[in-house]
């Protein structure tokens, strides 16, 4: 039957005007997600819903034809996501919340997983096509494609990272977080601290090693260099940082990880060492991603106080600018508190 609307209904350039979704969803009795819905995942809404709003596109003749309407409105109803890359769970729970609230609302998202030394190609091939916004986590502080996108007038948000502009953009109190997680391990009594973190051309990594550092200064305690590890967080840099630890008369009684993901793995490597976390090593990660609360691992970690998705968070506030229902620039940044599970013991 949806074939049928499309291909009977035709549009021209002349002056007709389009019905909407939203008109078609107001003579079902609907909301225009379950107008969504019905067109894109039918099989997935009960049957009278999908004869209610079947029978309204009919009595409306309305033309849900997606290249249609782009011609007409000057839209293609699809957003680009470029994010980082799978191996971090972060970005898996976020990417599966952009594109589910995304497709409710009859957008169509193009991903790219990448690593930040694939930003400039990633960005290229995101733009090369016309798309209706933009949403990134890789953006790096220092980033020219900022700057060329707001040339471009394309609506765009970064989420998790921001650029030094200070501005469009979603993420926690990354602060706020580094300095909580090195506070609670001090206040179990630990002082031999080790930081294991991302580049500090990252906007997230940067802010959460200065939170930490300032915690570290506020008690007075003192960090060597050989303390501070700054990687890639692939897992083989990630290996080589538990050769230099494990390596020494004295390994550290705690880890503060810059990411949930750096601590996953530093507590993957730290038993395949064999130390037991919290017994040898306590870890404590930042992010709260959804694995971090499985009952096996039980991470303790900083994170977000609403335990909002981060990406649900930024693509909300993206369709808004798409349709023009915001207009300010957005700076919006998460509170944050601690998760005190099970991956951190007092000494």
């Known amino acids: 039957m949806l074939k049928k609307v499309i291909l009977n209904k035709s549009i021209t350039m ?14 079902a009795g609907v909301s225009q997600t379950t107008v969504s819905r019905v067109l894109n995942t039918p099989e997935l809404v009960k049957k009278p819903t999908v004869d209610k709003v079947m029978k309204a596109i009919e009595e409306l003749s309305y033309v849900p034809n997606g290249h249609a309407r782009s011609l007409v409105q000057n839209k293609t109803n699809t957003i680009a996501l470029i994010s980082g890359p799978l191996h971090n769970p972060f970005f898996v729970d976020t990417t599966s919340a952009i594109v589910k609230y995304a497709n409710e609302l009859g957008y169509r998202v193009h991903v790219q997983f990448i690593n930040d030394e694939q930003i400039t190609e ?10 209706d916004g933009v949403i990134l986590s890789c953006i790096l502080l220092d980033d020219p494609i900022f700057d060329k996108l ?7 948000i ?11 953009f979603v993420e926690i109190d990354n602060y706020k ?7 609670h391990v001090i206040n179990l009594g630990h002082q031999h601290i080790v930081w294991i973190g991302g580049p500090l051309s990252v906007s997230t990594y940067l802010h959460r090693y200065k939170g930490f550092n300032k915690a570290i200064e506020d008690n007075h305690l003192s960090l060597a ?3 501070i590890f700054i990687t890639d967080t692939s897992i083989e840099s990630m290996r080589d940082v538990f050769q230099e630890l494990t390596s020494r008369e004295h ?3 705690a880890i503060c990880a810059g990411s949930d993901s750096i601590a996953l793995d530093a507590i993957d490597i730290a038993l395949q060492n064999g130390l037991n976390v919290p017994e040898d090593v306590s870890i404590i990660g930042i992010d709260n991603v959804g694995i971090s609360k499985h009952q096996f691992i039980q991470l303790t970690t900083v994170g977000s106080i609403s335990e909002q998705n981060l990406g649900l968070v930024a693509i909300k506030r993206l369709i808004e600018l798409i349709e023009n229902k915001e207009n300010s620039c957005i700076k919006h940044t998460e509170s944050v508190k601690l998760f005190n599970r099970k991956t951190v013991r007092e000494v």
């Open 14 to 27: 002349g002056g007709i005007q389009l019905v909407s979704s939203k008109d078609v969803a107001a003579r």
């Open 122 to 131: 990633a960005y290229a091939a995101a733009i090369e096509n016309k798309v």
């Open 150 to 156: 707001k040339r471009m007038q394309i609506p765009f």
């Open 158 to 168: 970064t989420y998790n990272r921001k650029h030094k502009s200070d501005e469009w």
């Open 177 to 183: 977080a580094g300095y909580l997680a090195a506070q």
């Open 225 to 227: 260099d050989s303390d």
């Open 251 to 253: 390994v550290p009684t």
